[in-house]
């Protein structure tokens, strides 16, 4: 889906959009190519401090093109994800950056459609939406209807609210790349 330079290339905008923010140092100018990066696609950036979530923030659609939202994401990840304290100065350097740009969403008929470890997840009823990266299950051991349950928790419902007629589910997939891997 993407060149293993322009998964570079994103990892380094990501990177130097936190720096901007955090140190006051000039705003990322990359020249990035690839046409994926001018196509709207859903993404998240997850940041670690030490092996331990630092933040994490995405959007499902995307809401412009996958180089502004990468930027964007990163900024609001070290800043305004309300679970952390925003990163410090101190701690950019040592933060470790992980990008996942989601497929388009398919709405889940029948529980057995979802593979752990393939498949992240989306719940909504009404107003609430909760949506958990495919890893999250992966990394927490759970089965299906343990997965269906802590995101239907995350959407603010309560866990069994995924059997409700009203409640709508959906599967993605993610191209997932860290700074790990450079």
Not at 65 to 73: A, G, N, V
Not at 96 to 110: A, C, F, G, M, R
Request: hydrophobic fraction near 35%.
């Amino acid at each position: 889906m993407i060149s293993d330079s322009g998964k570079k290339n994103l990892l380094l905008l990501a990177r130097q959009a936190i720096e901007s923010v955090i140190k006051g140092s000039n705003p990322p100018e990359l020249d990035l190519y690839e046409p994926i990066f001018d196509e709207i696609h859903g993404a998240f950036v997850t940041l670690y401090l030490h092996n331990e979530l630092k933040g994490c923030i995405g959007n499902i659609n995307g809401k412009s093109t996958l180089k502004e939202d990468i930027s964007e994401l990163a900024v609001a990840s070290a800043t305004r994800d309300h679970r952390f304290k925003p990163v410090s100065a101190d701690e950019v350097e040592d933060i470790h950056i992980e990008i996942s740009v989601l497929s388009p969403l398919e709405e889940v008929k029948d529980t057995s459609e979802i593979v752990i470890g393939e498949h992240g997840l989306i719940i909504e009823s009404g107003f609430n939406r909760g949506v958990l990266l495919p890893q999250v299950p992966v990394e927490e051991n759970w089965d299906t209807i343990t997965f269906l349950q802590f995101t239907c928790q995350k959407a603010g419902l309560s866990p069994d609210d995924w059997k409700l007629r009203n409640t709508k589910i959906y599967r993605f997939t993610t191209f997932r790349f860290s700074e790990s891997e450079e």
